[in-house]
């Protein structure tokens, strides 16, 4: 099992800030999947400032271009980062 909490902490204390390249999401598992596995997934496509914030909801922030992959174990949901309107 994951060390959620200690991904956490390690994502703040590097205080990196969003950049454009990256996009902040939020990823429930698809049916037949958990949360494990989708926070092993976020791990191999190089996601950063992994979370998990529920029961069943991590966010994390991702490239683009990792979308298409993680949509057949999650369903993804961009965020507009804090702080941007």
Partial sequence: M???GMITLMS?????AESPSRLHVVL???AG???????LALEQAGA???????VT???AEIAP???ASLE???FVETKKPHGLA
């Fill in 33 to 39: 999947h958990t949360l494990d596995e989708l926070v």
């Fill in 48 to 54: 950063t400032e992994i979370d998990q914030i529920s």
């Fill in 28 to 30: 429930e598992p698809r």
């Fill in 72 to 74: 057949a174990i999650a």
């Fill in 65 to 67: 271009t990792s979308i």
């Fill in 12 to 16: 703040k204390l590097t205080g990196r």
């Fill in 57 to 59: 909801f991590v966010s």
């Fill in 2 to 4: 994951h060390c959620f």
